[in-house]
Every structure is written in structure tokens, then in C-alpha cells.
């Protein structure tokens, strides 16, 4: 069973938003303070990417009840430039050293699962997620 | 038990304490604390959220602004927490990336080991250190079946892996060179051949060989660019340079190497280094050639292996412990 919202994310106000909503899916499902703060410091990466690289996408946030245990997930869409060698993005120091934030390896993470999928030209699609523990 | 599970009264124990009267030992309790904290992976926006749950406990009456602040604080804290925990996975996979290079320098010098031979008549010392994990210097000895006894001494331009993969080229070029005797100017020619062919362009390689034949105590020997090594007239008690024309290998296909020769003499000595020796560099530059004659005269009176041995040892000194190129260093000496 899956419940699903989504922001469009153009301008870093929207940022904000998705964040809100992700915070407001967590804060409902029963996620303490840290594991909010950390669910919206992931929203907050992946629609920073959209914002920064590919200029529009979508967040959506699902709520997930798998065998009864609630989850969120986060799912990233854009149709940006994509990326052409994900393990050197996946590598721990690639975006940090430049400042660029706690990139993809943050993402996973703060999460508990964490799939990518991009094809160079066409866009990236990334979907994380966290269990109620 | 799980720290997580006693992580809670202790924290709150040391709160209660240090409020009630912010002693040092209060203070320090915390420090422990957060060694304790930091050893189970406990991030810091865990620590933060724990602070807050527990000051809304011990402080009903706490002003709901206080409160918010610590929101910001949790959000400040997970980045950090984030970059802690990379740096912890990057350390982890400095580490992987260490015992890998100890284990290509192992391998390194189970390819390149050579043996010092033992001759009637000569006394032969060889120390050759890397300047970080993996040596570009190389040296090699044959004793042919008429006893003659080679030295080779090598330096790639270049230190680390790409010089000590090169190296490991030009042991297997020796290795198959053809059995039978050859002058040390055509084994360079030989050598050049190969390395003109295998190498990359921009490595070049310098190299001595020398070749002593113990049956009328002639030393032949050629020099592909090498840093020029001593020789130690022990009649004259004077070093003169043991200099050979030559380019470096693998620069021109058909360079062509002259052979040298010098009769030696009782007590005379060859020296043979690399440029890391010369290119020792202290805090006034690098040494002179005559300094390192200075040292290596300080120990005449010892075996080979001595020499080179405390030869490396001062001058390692004299660099801080810090040597900035691969180090080789090879005495031999007729005996008395």
C-alpha cells in the first residue's frame, strides 16, 4: 500500500517544500526528531541535485506499509543531463571535497535503502528509503 | 550491555550533576562520555535530541523558545555527523589502500631480490631503501661461471608504483639477456633496445654496470646517464669520480655505451649510488658529493655492509628521517 505526494522542484523554495512534506509524511508515520531531521536532510540533498544540476524534477514522498511496518520513501525524478559514472558519485569525498553538500553517499547514509538509476542524456532516478524502527 | 541502552541515565546523570554544582569532574565525566559515545558510533544529532528529551524532563518549566533552538542545532549537527562518519569511511579505505601498497612492496621484493654473492677477495655491501612504500632504485648481481662478479645499479626518473613497475621490466630484460659473455657497454645497449621498446616515453632509466673479474682484477663497466659513483684508491687514501659517458636507456634505439676499465687494487673500493644518496636533502640544501665522501671515510676501517649501513643511517639523520628520493648505496672491496 502506497500513499503518494509530490513537489515539482524548479527554485529553492521548493526545496523548502519538499522538505516540509517529507517532514510532515515522517512526523505522521511516527518518526522521532532525529530520524525527521534526517529523512528532510535527505529530501534536502536530492532536491538540491534537481535545483542544481538538471534545473527541474520531482520529490515525491511515499508512505509505506510493508507487513504492517511504516516506511517512507523518497523518490527523485528529473530529466537532467544524468550521470555517467555513478560509482565515482557514489565514492565518499567526490561532492564533500568540493563543498557541495553530503552527496549521495550521505543520502544512503541517513537512509536504510537507497537506489539509483541514470542514464546520461535522459535524466537520473533515485528512490530512499527509511523504516520505523 | 549496549551503550545505547545506558546511554540515557549516564547522560543525564552528568547533566544533573554538572547543574547542580559545575564542577570540573562534572565536566570531565563528560569528556569520558563522549569518548564512550563517539567509540559506539553515536552520531551527534542523536546527542543533541537525547539533551533536549532530557532537559524537558528535569525542566518542565522550561521556556518553549529554549526549546525550539535546539531544533536548529539538531539540524546543524547531522551534516556534521554526515562528514564524521565519511571521514571514518575514508580513513577505513586509507587503511585498505596501506596494507595494499605493503603487499605490492612485498611482492616487489620477492620479484626484484637479488643476492650479495660471497667471493674470495671481495667484500661487498648493498643497502637500497624506498622513499615510500615502493622503490624505484634496483640493483642486481650475477657471478657468472668464470666467477666474474656483476652489479647493476638502476634508478627509473620517478619514484613510487610507475617506477617500481618499470623496474620490474628491466629485472626480467637482465634475466633474459643471453647467457653468454658479454661487455657491460653491450648489455646496456641491449637493455636500451628493450626499454626504448616496452617503456612509456617519458620514463627514462639511468643505469651502472660493472663487471669484476676476480682473475686479473679488472673492473669493466659502462653507464647508461647513472649518477656517478666513487672510487676509493686505498694506496693514495683518495676518492676519485668513477664517471662513464652514456645516455639514458630508452631515449635513442642505437645509443652505443663505451667500456671502462680500472685495475683494482688491494683495499680499493667501488662505490656505487643512486641519486637519491647525492640528493639528500638537509636543511642547507642538498649534501656535497665531498660530505658524503666525509661519511663514507668515517667508516673505512669496517666491512662493506657496515659502511653502506651507517652511511645510511647518518645521512637518514641528517634528513630528519624523511627521505625524499629511493635510496642505494653499494660498496665492493677488494680485500687486503
Known amino acids: 500500500m502506497s500513499i503518494q505526494s509530490c513537489v515539482t522542484i524548479i527554485n529553492e523554495w521548493d526545496i523548502v517544500a519538499a522538505r516540509q512534506l517529507g517532514r510532515n509524511v515522517a512526523k505522521e508515520l511516527g518518526f522521532g526528531t532525529v530520524d525527521q531531521a534526517r529523512i528532510t536532510t535527505a529530501i534536502s540533498e536530492l532536491a538540491r541535485n534537481i535545483y542544481l544540476y538538471a534545473g527541474k524534477g520531482q520529490i515525491c514522498i511515499d508512505k509505506l506499509f510493508d507487513g504492517g511496518k511504516p516506511g517512507v520513501k523518497i523518490s527523485a525524478i528529473d530529466s537532467g543531463p544524468g550521470i555517467s559514472d555513478i560509482r565515482q558519485v557514489m565514492e565518499d569525498g567526490y561532492s564533500t571535497s568540493g563543498g557541495l553538500g553530503a552527496g549521495l553517499p550521505g543520502v544512503k547514509r541517513l537512509m536504510d535503502q537507497f537506489e539509483i538509476e541514470s542514464i546520461p542524456g535522459d535524466g537520473t532516478k533515485i528512490k530512499a528509503t527509511k523504516w520505523l524502527r | ?336
Do not use: W
Open chain 2, 1 to 336: 550491555m549496549d551503550f545505547r541502552d545506558v546511554m540515557e541515565p549516564k547522560y543525564r546523570e552528568l547533566l544533573e550533576n554538572y547543574i547542580k554544582d559545575q564542577s570540573e569532574q562534572a565536566l570531565y565525566a563528560g569528556q569520558k562520555f563522549s569518548r564512550k559515545s563517539i567509540e559506539h558510533k553515536i552520531s551527534p544529532e542523536e546527542i543533541v535530541s537525547l539533551h533536549k528529551s532530557l532537559l524537558m524532563q528535569m525542566q518542565p518549566d522550561l521556556p518553549e523558545n529554549v526549546l525550539y533552538s535546539f531544533d536548529i542545532l539538531l539540524e546543524v549537527m547531522i551534516g556534521y555527523g554526515l562528514a564524521y562518519r565519511e571521514h571514518q569511511s575514508l580513513r577505513h579505505k586509507q587503511e585498505e589502500l596501506r596494507s595494499e601498497m605493503e603487499i605490492a612492496a612485498n611482492v616487489q621484493q620477492t620479484l626484484l631480490g637479488t643476492k650479495i654473492p660471497e667471493v674470495d677477495g671481495l667484500d661487498i655491501g648493498a643497502i637500497s631503501v624506498p622513499a615510500k612504500h615502493m622503490n624505484g632504485d634496483y640493483f642486481h648481481f650475477v657471478q657468472d661461471e668464470n666467477n666474474c662478479i656483476s652489479v647493476a645499479i638502476a634508478d627509473v626518473i620517478g619514484k613510487g608504483i610507475p617506477a617500481a613497475l618499470c623496474m620490474s621490466m628491466i629485472k626480467y630484460a637482465m634475466d633474459s639477456l643471453p647467457e653468454n659473455r658479454m661487455g657491460p657497454g653491450s648489455i646496456l645497449e641491449n637493455l636500451n633496445r628493450i626499454v626504448e621498446q616496452n617503456v612509456d616515453p617519458s620514463m627514462f632509466i639511468t643505469m651502472f654496470y660493472g663487471m669484476f673479474n676476480p682473475e686479473n682484477n679488472l673492473l669493466s663497466y659502462a653507464s647508461a646517464g647513472h649518477e656517478p659513483g666513487f672510487y676509493y684508491d686505498a694506496a693514495k687514501k683518495e676518492f676519485t669520480e668513477l664517471s662513464a659517458k652514456g645516455l639514458l636507456l630508452g631515449v635513442e634505439k642505437r645509443t652505443k655505451y663505451s667500456n671502462y676499465h680500472k685495475e683494482v687494487h688491494p683495499g680499493d673500493m667501488i662505490i656505487l649510488l643512486s641519486d637519491g644518496v647525492t640528493e639528500c636533502r638537509t636543511d642547507d640544501g642538498f649534501i656535497e658529493r665531498e660530505i658524503l665522501i666525509d661519511y663514507i671515510y668515517k667508516y673505512i676501517h669496517l666491512s662493506a655492509q657496515d659502511i653502506v649501513n651507517k652511511v645510511f643511517k647518518d645521512l637518514e639523520k641528517l634528513q630528519h628521517f624523511q627521505l625524499r628520493d629511493d635510496f642505494t648505496l653499494i660498496i665492493l672491496k677488494r680485500k687486503v
